[in-house]
């Protein structure tokens, strides 16, 4: 293999996306396999009993026993050797103990001299009788005790012999090598079974869907790509099956120069579309610049070269050839590629995402001298990072605009100190630190951990869940993740809190009445009962969503609606503002929304942004069940539970000591001056265990690197400021937090000065100053790299290899997976 | 609520908290599988039997390991025991389909085919050695605790791998330790 670098390569393949059918499939045999397993353990468990009752009597032998023998304690078969001696001797024992018993009325009558005097032996019997009969009771006696206990060990053993060789069986299960192969055989049949049981299921379900079309597709692009002149064929079908994330990319594979032409491959009955997957928009695609092409007049025939050169460059939208792709099935197109016979070559570009991001600069460095003080909102959304990975595991570097740096890191939690009342919700901790950006300059991490509110002390939760059931979820990734994700929120509610459920599609409506959670399946079925169909009212449904809250309003508790969509908002009130306003007054009644976005191609993150931001919720990204079981289970508080609210941090930067700072990312949360003081003005809430991490670079007085000169005439002016003793030298800045408490309307001062001295910190904060360090690089190089230095990829992957820590849920390594994707993305 | 938890409750037998862990984990277990075998059915059957046999071993967990080594262990050898199964089975079906459509029509599938069955040339052990360290993104130590093997002999595989790729040492800057 002589390519380059295989590991980059290695790294890059990511493997596509489940079948969910697959997955259930796989779920309903665990699930079946462990009730069997279980069942088979509560046998086994009955079996230990006995052996526990085992282990008292073989207590009770050994007291017995007329000697003590520590060979027993050797191996388990000589002890159970010695123990067979014994019940021999035992036994023979008993047998000569019993003989004699019989015998003994004889001797005692022999020696009994009225036997001489009487001559008549049967009155003799008659009358000896009770005299023998005290020592019989006492011989006996010991035996049935022997015969007990000797049938005890001979029937246990056994049993115990058998529940050896179960686990026996099942170690070899679980060692997997040294296995018994018969066992595994049935498992075999077993799973064979099964997935034959469930390939009918399925088909039954999906009527009749499956391999087969592919196999005959493969037959006839084989028999095509036979033909003269022909190099390569694929079928639409092979397109979908594609892992590139869409038919652009497949055809960029095709050798330049060729020219696609579109043609009916084969005769035989097209299979109906695959099942819903990843590919599904893609195939669509595929068809319509097949029936572009027919449409556009070229000749439908492979083999004759077709001016469809300037056509195929562009793509259509799905919706707008949506018409075109439901006939798609019947005309079965084949791209069949050619050598070329015009020059032109028809490669067309990829796909720019519809997403809709809100567009920023990014900070950069400011003079101490002329703004002294920086003041931003808390932003705790973890949105973007869920975006860009998403984007960069299909192969691609995510949209500039879609990075916001601080939402990156802020996905991550990190090691800073909690702070211990809910009184006083958090605790700064701020660390100074060499930037490895700039050899001149430091950063400065300011992190503050959310108090978390224990389990027991969660206030009862009044959620309305507000899902976009519209066309548009119809995605594998979009509402089925959706349905699953809701599932998982309600693991992590108490019994008491009560779940509805609003939909909105061509019509809004109430699909379930807040049910307590206690009554899961009755939410669960409302749940897998939805079926994606129809427009978008997202406004209409934000109304009813809110009807439903108020009318279930809980005092003292937790009201708020979380909306689950694609970001698609098409019918009703559509003005974001008009939203905004209505979410905005929800919201001083103590109602408040979070967002959950889902899907890919037409996601509006500044709509989920704004929304979010005005109803006092999370705005995230879910694009797996992974970040669906962090955000909505291990971080169940911080999205529910609201700790504090409108939390402002306000940074003043001495200029004695910094000549200049930038604040990394908060870009789009940045406030002014003033409104720091103002509590009219809204930021961002922390919700429970939240931790909040901002990074600032600075500049130290003296230091050689400064992006901007000084200025000539102001120095004069900065000198004498200086000489006034506006702050220590021993002081870097200044650091000031007002937050609300969730119930509060006036805001409450955390103070803490950020030295210039270095101060001892713990070995883990110490760590996770790096990670975040590693994040905000990669963040930054995301967006371009402005203020990055020389730094690499590698070097990101390196730092953060370092200092991943436990990372218990592979976050930190998935984050290490993501820059080297980035660097392969960036390289092709 | 955590794996723990959810792993203790599953053990006690609480068959939710079990289809709870499954949900958690199909993807790891899958996109692992498909690594591994490159073939989307194939890694479908892998998945399944690995999520049987985690039903069968749970309760040997001993919370020693982190679960994801502990799963990925269980996974590989679930694959192994996959694939000898179909070797046995490979005489009796026919050759030319399973080749057929087995054979992946893209790039990435090409190429990982050609990556695995070569480094599964190399000996035993090395395939996973790398699509652990380089596809998963371990460290050596991590490896070497989901394959039941030292740190140092992961680091020799991966040189030894590395040296067999055939390519020059001078841009293995990446950070593998």
């Known amino acids: 293999m002589n390519d380059k670098s295989f590991e980059a390569k290695l790294a890059r393949v990511s493997a596509p996306a489940p079948d969910p059918a697959a997955r259930l499939r796989a779920k309903r045999a665990a699930l079946e396999e462990f009730a069997r397993v279980q069942a088979a353990s509560q046998a086994s468990g009955a079996s230990a009993n006995e052996k526990t009752s085992d282990e008292g009597s073989k207590g009770l032998w050994d007291a017995l026993r007329l000697f003590r023998d520590d060979s027993s304690h050797g191996s388990t078969s000589m002890a159970w050797f010695v123990r067979r001696n014994l019940f021999a001797g035992v036994a023979g024992a008993c047998v000569v103990g019993l003989g004699i018993a019989m015998v003994w009325p004889v001797f005692r009558n022999y020696g009994d001299p009225r036997l001489f005097e009487d001559l008549q032996p049967p009155p003799v019997t008659v009358e000896l009788k009770p005299q023998a009969k005290p020592p019989t009771p006492e011989l006996p006696k010991p035996v049935p005790q022997m015969s007990a206990q000797q049938a005890t060990p001979a029937e246990s053993a056994p049993t115990r012999r058998d529940a050896d060789a179960t686990r026996r069986e099942s170690d070899a299960a679980a060692a997997g090598l040294k296995k018994d192969e018969r066992q595994r055989i049935e498992m075999e049949v077993r799973a064979n079974a099964q997935a034959e049981a469930h390939a009918q299921q399925r088909e039954a379900e999906l009527n009749d869907v499956?391999?087969?079309?592919?196999?005959?597709?493969?037959?006839?692009?084989?028999?095509?790509?036979?033909?003269?002149?022909?190099?390569?064929?694929?079928?639409?079908?092979?397109?979908?099956?594609?892992?590139?994330?869409?038919?652009?990319?497949?055809?960029?594979?095709?050798?330049?120069?060729?020219?696609?032409?579109?043609?009916?491959?084969?005769?035989?009955?097209?299979?109906?579309?695959?099942?819903?997957?990843?590919?599904?928009?893609?195939?669509?695609?595929?068809?319509?610049?097949?029936?572009?092409?027919?449409?556009?007049?070229?000749?439908?025939?492979?083999?004759?070269?077709?001016?469809?050169?300037?056509?195929?460059?562009?793509?259509?939208?799905?919706?707008?050839?949506?018409?075109?792709?439901?006939?798609?099935?019947?005309?079965?197109?084949?791209?069949?590629?050619?050598?070329?016979?015009?020059?032109?070559?028809?490669?067309?570009?990829?796909?720019?995402?519809?997403?809709?991001?809100?567009?920023?600069q990014v900070n950069s460095f400011k003079q101490v001298a002329e703004a002294p003080v920086s003041t931003f909102s808390a932003d705790v959304d973890t949105a973007s990072y869920s975006f860009v990975r998403r984007q960069l595991n299909s192969g691609r570097l995510p949209q500039k605009d879609s990075v916001r740096v601080e939402e990156m890191i802020n996905y991550f939690d990190y090691a800073w100190p909690a702070a211990t009342s809910a009184k006083a919700p958090f605790k700064p901790t701020v660390v100074v630190s060499d930037s490895p950006w700039d050899k001149g300059r430091k950063l400065v991490h300011i992190g503050i951990k959310g108090y978390e509110i224990s389990r027991d002390q969660t206030p009862d939760a009044n959620l309305v869940l507000l899902l976009d059931v519209s066309g548009s979820m119809d995605s594998p990734d979009k509402l089925p993740l959706a349905v699953q994700s809701m599932e998982l929120l309600l693991s992590s509610l108490k019994p008491t809190d009560t779940v509805g459920i609003v939909v909105y599609a061509g019509a809004a409506g109430t699909?379930?009445?807040?049910?307590?959670?206690?009554?899961?399946?009755?939410?669960?079925?409302?749940?897998?009962?939805?079926?994606?169909?129809?427009?978008?009212?997202?406004?209409?449904?934000?109304?009813?969503?809110?009807?439903?809250?108020?009318?279930?309003?809980?005092?003292?508790?937790?009201?708020?609606?979380?909306?689950?969509?694609?970001?698609?908002?098409?019918?009703?009130?559509?003005?974001?503002?008009?939203?905004?306003?209505?979410?905005?007054?929800?919201?001083?009644?103590?109602?408040?929304?979070?967002?959950?976005?889902?899907?890919?191609?037409?996601?509006?993150?500044?709509?989920?942004?704004?929304?979010?931001?005005?109803?006092?919720?999370?705005?995230?990204?879910?694009?797996?069940?992974?970040?669906?079981?962090?955000?909505?289970?291990?971080?169940?508080g911080a999205s529910l539970f609201t700790i504090a609210?409108?939390?402002?941090?306000?940074?003043?930067?001495?200029?004695?000591?910094?000549?200049?700072?930038?604040?990394?990312?908060?870009?789009?949360?940045?406030?002014?001056?003033?409104?720091?003081?103002?509590?009219?003005?809204?930021?961002?809430?922390?919700?429970?265990?939240?931790?909040?991490?901002?990074?600032?670079?600075?500049?130290?007085?003296?230091?050689?690197?400064?992006?901007?000169?000084?200025?000539?005439?102001?120095?004069?002016?900065?000198?004498?400021?200086?000489?006034?003793?506006?702050?220590?030298?021993?002081e870097y800045g200044f650091l000031k937090i007002r937050y609300k408490l969730p119930d509060s309307n006036t805001s409450d001062l955390i103070e803490q000065p950020i030295l210039v001295a270095p101060r001892e910190v713990p070995a883990n904060v110490q760590r996770d100053v790096q990670f975040s360090t590693a994040v905000a690089s990669f963040g930054q190089m995301l967006r371009g790299g402005t203020f990055t230095g020389a730094l690499t990829y590698d070097e990101i992957v390196k730092q953060a290899q370092a200092s991943k820590g436990d990372d218990p849920f592979g976050y930190r390594t998935e984050f290490v997976?993501?820059?080297?994707?980035?660097?392969?993305a960036r390289e092709m | 609520?955590?794996?723990?938890?959810?792993?203790?409750?599953?053990?006690?037998?609480?068959?939710?908290?079990?289809?709870?862990?499954?949900?958690?984990?199909?993807?790891?277990?899958?996109?692992?599988?498909?690594?591994?075998?490159?073939?989307?059915?194939?890694?479908?059957?892998?998945?399944?039997?690995?999520?049987?046999?985690?039903?069968?071993?749970?309760?040997?967990?001993?919370?020693?390991?982190?679960?994801?080594?502990?799963?990925?262990?269980?996974?590989?050898?679930?694959?192994?025991?996959?694939?000898?199964?179909?070797?046995?089975?490979?005489?009796?079906?026919?050759?030319?389909?399973?080749?057929?459509?087995?054979?992946?029509?893209?790039?990435?599938?090409?190429?990982?085919?050609?990556?695995?069955?070569?480094?599964?040339?190399?000996?035993?052990?090395?395939?996973?050695?790398?699509?652990?360290v380089h596809a998963e993104g371990m460290s050596h130590a991590e490896a070497g605790a989901v394959l039941g093997v030292s740190e140092s002999t992961i680091s020799w595989r991966v040189h030894t791998i590395r040296k067999h790729m055939g390519r020059p040492e001078a841009r293995a800057s990446l950070a593998y330790e």
């Not at chain 1, 993150?605 to 909505?632: F, M, P, R, S």
């Not at chain 1, 997976?817 to 392969?824: D, G, N, P, W, Y």
């Not at chain 2, 949900?23 to 999520?51: M, P, S, V």
């Open chain 1, 210 to 360: 499956l391999a087969t079309g592919t196999r005959e597709k493969l037959q006839a692009s084989m028999k095509a790509s036979g033909q003269a002149g022909v190099i390569d064929s694929i079928t639409a079908e092979d397109i979908g099956q594609l892992p590139e994330p869409n038919q652009a990319e497949s055809l960029q594979r095709v050798p330049l120069g060729a020219v696609i032409t579109a043609g009916a491959a084969t005769p035989t009955p097209a299979p109906p579309p695959p099942p819903a997957q990843q590919g599904n928009e893609e195939l669509e695609e595929a068809i319509v610049t097949g029936s572009r092409a027919v449409r556009g007049g070229a000749a439908p025939h492979k083999g004759v070269a077709a001016p469809t050169g300037s056509g195929s460059g562009r793509l259509f939208r799905k919706k707008e050839v949506a018409s075109n792709a439901v006939t798609m099935p019947e005309s079965s197109l084949a791209i069949v590629v050619q050598p070329a016979t015009m020059s032109e070559p028809s490669t067309p570009a990829p796909e720019e995402g519809r997403d809709k991001f809100e567009q920023f």
């Open chain 1, 511 to 636: 699909v379930l009445e807040p049910t307590p959670v206690a009554n899961k399946q009755k939410i669960i079925s409302a749940l897998r009962d939805l079926s994606p169909g129809g427009s978008t009212a997202g406004a209409e449904g934000i109304e009813r969503a809110y009807q439903l809250a108020e009318a279930h309003f809980r005092k003292g508790g937790v009201n708020r609606i979380l909306l689950a969509t694609d970001g698609d908002f098409n019918v009703g009130i559509d003005s974001t503002n008009e939203l905004k306003g209505f979410v905005e007054r929800k919201r001083e009644k103590g109602i408040f929304l979070s967002v959950l976005g889902f899907g890919q191609g037409n996601y509006r993150d500044e709509l989920a942004q704004a929304l979010a931001q005005n109803g006092n919720g999370v705005a995230a990204y879910i694009d797996t069940l992974g970040e669906a079981q962090k955000v909505l289970v291990q971080e169940a």
């Open chain 1, 645 to 730: 609210k409108d939390v402002k941090l306000q940074v003043e930067f001495n200029p004695a000591t910094v000549a200049e700072y930038r604040l990394v990312g908060y870009e789009t949360r940045a406030l002014k001056r003033e409104d720091f003081n103002n509590d009219a003005v809204d930021a961002g809430d922390v919700g429970s265990g939240h931790t909040v991490t901002a990074i600032y670079e600075i500049t130290p007085v003296g230091s050689a690197t400064r992006s901007v000169d000084p200025s000539r005439y102001a120095k004069d002016a900065k000198d004498s400021r200086e000489s006034k003793p506006t702050g220590s030298a021993n």
């Open chain 1, 817 to 824: 997976q993501l820059v080297r994707k980035a660097k392969v």
């Open chain 2, 1 to 132: 609520m955590d794996d723990q938890n959810l792993i203790r409750r599953a053990q006690g037998g609480d068959s939710t908290s079990f289809a709870e862990l499954l949900d958690l984990h199909y993807d790891t277990i899958y996109r692992f599988a498909w690594k591994w075998c490159g073939h989307q059915a194939n890694a479908e059957d892998i998945a399944q039997l690995a999520c049987m046999k985690l039903a069968n071993s749970l309760s040997q967990y001993r919370f020693q390991a982190a679960f994801t080594s502990w799963l990925y262990r269980l996974v590989i050898s679930c694959a192994q025991d996959w694939q000898r199964s179909q070797q046995r089975h490979d005489h009796d079906e026919l050759p030319d389909e399973e080749a057929m459509v087995d054979s992946p029509r893209h790039e990435d599938g090409i190429y990982l085919a050609q990556v695995l069955s070569q480094l599964s040339k190399l000996g035993e052990g090395m395939k996973e050695t790398a699509l652990l």
